[in-house]
């Protein structure tokens, strides 16, 4: 299955995070196995359409939630979205929060990353192929003006703008450590959005992350430390509104600009640093759906 060059017929990509393992009212769906050159998806892609508009789902942990965050392909994941032609993805995401504003059962558009992780592929590109991609701005402003617009129709309390800082875990953070992020003005805590976002960025596909609060992590003075049954307790309405959202954004994402205003689908013009003489023709195959836009002759 292969990336169709016609921009203007987006095939929206959509992947769910802890909570929200598949997408209900979907047509003409269809589960789909496909094949990356950098290792096994998480799972089947489900294709289907919303009110006529084409989308793909993924449950980032796999159906049944099997994966933990360090285990997880997100390479393998990216590569196979965009190989299955996807030009946008909206990213769902359970997450810990570091402000007392933002209570759980709340939502953030995030804007930002801090990335703290330390055992993950992070880049397609490597030895025989080098490229340097810009993520000052990592998510889609397109993206998110559309999931703040539909959360305020739905009344949704979603937050416009925020940091997501990355941990590697699995375990959750010490309380020495969830003070610190709090200190570098981190307002939300999670496990899964990077590399997810750096190597959507470097797919050039326009990216944008809903991050569902579900706790407090282990700050907050007048709540528990987080565990995973006060998650769980939270995740099912959380993911009941991300499914609402999501459904309600798909619309609205149908007339696609040409190119992208922030210039996501164009980041490799300027990235790539290796000499077409020196380039690895096997790093060349390999990314081939990656970055064919700008490697084929």
């Known amino acids: 299955m292969s990336q169709s060059g016609d921009n203007k017929r987006p095939l929206i990509g959509m992947i769910g995070g802890s909570g929200l393992y598949d997408m209900e009212g979907l047509s003409n769906t269809q589960l789909v196995r496909v094949e990356s050159a950098f290792g096994e998806p998480s799972d089947d892609l ?14 980032r942990h796999g159906r049944g939630h099997r994966i933990p965050p360090t285990q997880i392909n997100y390479r393998a994941n990216i590569d196979a979205l ?12 359970a997450v810990g929060s570091l402000r007392k504003d933002l209570p759980p059962g709340a939502f953030v558009i995030v ?30 402003s397109r993206l998110g003006d559309v999931l703040e617009a539909v959360a305020s129709r739905g009344g949704v309390d979603a937050r416009r703008g925020g940091t997501y800082i990355a941990i590697e875990g699995p375990q959750f953070s010490t309380l020495a450590e969830s003070n610190l992020y709090r200190q570098w003005g981190c307002d939300v805590i999670g496990m899964t959005n990077m590399p997810e976002a750096k190597l959507a960025r470097e797919a050039e596909i326009c990216y944008a992350t809903m991050a569902m609060v579900t706790d ?22 959380n993911a009941q509104n991300a ?11 149908q007339d696609r600009p040409d190119a992208c205003p922030n210039g996501c689908d164009r980041v490799l013009d300027t990235a790539i640093i290796t000499a077409p003489a020196a380039r690895d023709p096997e790093m060349v ?13």
């Open 46 to 59: 489900l294709f289907g359409e919303i009110d006529g508009q084409r989308i793909v789902f993924l449950p």
């Open 243 to 253: 499914a609402a959202l999501a459904t309600q954004a798909v619309p609205e994402l």
């Open 285 to 297: 195959a390999k990314l081939g759906a990656v970055a064919g836009r700008v490697l084929q002759p």
């Open 82 to 93: 965009k190989r299955a032609g996807v030009t946008d993805i909206l990213s769902f995401s």
């Open 111 to 140: 804007d930002q990353f801090i990335d703290r992780t330390f055992a993950r592929e992070k880049s397609f590109f490597g030895e025989g192929l080098s490229a340097h991609v810009a993520v000052a701005n990592p998510t889609c």
């Open 216 to 237: 407090y992590d282990t700050w907050h003075p007048d709540h528990e430390s987080v565990t995973a049954e006060i998650v769980i307790k939270v995740l099912s309405a």
